[in-house]
């Protein structure tokens, strides 16, 4: 069975300052990787994937992620927190290529606090 | 745009009720979700579909039902509801094998169950 973890259930940065919201992962096989973000009483919205190739991933907003295959994780990155990247911020795996049907399996979500 | 849609952002029902959630998507995608989400654990898979009148469970699919008919609409069907069952519901759609991968996103209903 596959799993996410995420350690944080909230991670509190300042305006300005980079950001890292952690994420590891547990998968026969080779994961897909996603990190989804939600606003308030919003639903998900998609941030990056990582399917294959290069480890660091580029997504919307000026986030990114990095693969790192030894230490299954996939962290999520952006160098200047912004107030409005205040939000819930979850991370996704499914596993490949025995899949028909990207069923993913969610982490409990971390909320980022951005403080001006 | 994708555009997921869902029938209510908010519904209050009374325990043993019959309820319907409805979800549509406008993207010709062959798969398509039901999660619910509650605090600290995230999103749970209740049922999914990758056909027309195809359904598998997912993790959660104790006390829930579902439906597709058409390929743009996927119902989630709540045969006797209880206090248990309320949750945010989020709907979602995506390309089948070989696609994106990745799944768009409803608005979420906010169900009470009272």
């Known amino acids: 069975a596959q799993s996410v973890a995420q350690p944080e259930d909230q991670v509190n940065v300042a305006e300005g300052n980079p950001l890292t919201v952690k994420c590891t992962y547990s998968?026969?096989?080779?994961?897909?990787l996603f990190w989804y973000v939600q606003y308030p009483n919003r639903g998900l919205q998609f941030l990056l994937k990582?399917?294959?190739?290069?480890?660091l991933v580029k997504g919307s907003y000026g986030f990114e992620a990095e693969f790192n295959k030894s230490q299954t994780s996939f962290h999520l990155k952006k160098p200047s927190a912004l107030v409005s990247d205040s939000a819930l911020y979850f991370c996704?795996?499914?596993?490949?290529?025995?899949?028909?049907?990207?069923?993913?399996?969610f982490g409990g979500g971390t909320r980022l606090m951005v403080k001006p | 745009d994708v555009k997921v849609t869902q029938s209510s952002r908010y519904l209050v029902k009374r325990t043993g009720e019959k309820v319907f959630l409805e979800c549509v998507q406008d993207?010709?995608?062959?798969?398509m979700f039901w999660y619910r989400q509650d605090p600290g654990l995230g999103l749970r898979l209740i049922y999914f579909?990758?056909?027309?009148?195809?359904?598998e469970k997912g993790d959660i699919p104790e006390g829930y039902s579902v439906s597709r008919e058409k390929k743009e609409r996927f119902s989630l069907i709540l045969e006797s509801a209880s206090t248990n069952q309320t949750s945010m519901y989020l709907c979602?759609?995506?390309?089948?094998?070989?696609?994106?991968?990745?799944?768009?996103f409803g608005p979420g209903t906010r169900l009470t169950v009272t």
């Open positions: 993207m010709d995608h062959e798969n």
């Open positions: 579909s990758y056909d027309v009148k195809m359904k």
């Open positions: 979602a759609s995506g390309e089948g094998s070989g696609g994106s991968y990745e799944q768009y």
């Open positions: 990582y399917i294959t190739g290069d480890n």
């Open positions: 996704a795996v499914d596993s490949a290529p025995n899949n028909a049907g990207n069923m993913l399996t």
């Open positions: 998968v026969s096989g080779n994961p897909y």
